[in-house]
């Protein structure tokens, strides 16, 4: 079982994360980009049990360079802005 965290919206942290996400390179696919109206979204901040490393994690269900759903891990930097949600 992993433990569950958020990242603190506007704080250093979530600025970071973002950069890295969005500052990523995708290998386009064969047929050419694909008109895409989906945005990539921050689904919580996971640690395993075997890992004690806290890792943000994004995904784009439609990404308009590949053309399939794609998925990041991003080490966190920062605990002290993550918080557990009610």
Request: net charge neutral; proline share 0%; hydrophobic share 35%.
């Given at each position: 079982m992993a433990n569950f965290r958020c990242l603190t919206r506007d704080s250093k942290e979530w600025h970071n994360a973002w950069a890295i996400v969005l500052n990523t390179q995708?290998?386009?696919r064969k047929?050419?980009?694909v008109e895409s109206y989906e945005r990539w979204q921050y689904m919580g901040t996971h640690q395993t049990i075997d890992d004690p490393t806290?890792?943000?994690h994004f995904r784009h269900r439609f990404h308009p360079q590949t053309g399939q759903s794609e998925r990041l891990q991003?080490?966190?930097a920062d605990t002290s802005a993550l918080y557990t949600p009610n």
């Open positions: 995708f290998t386009e047929r050419g980009a806290w890792y943000h991003v080490q966190c």
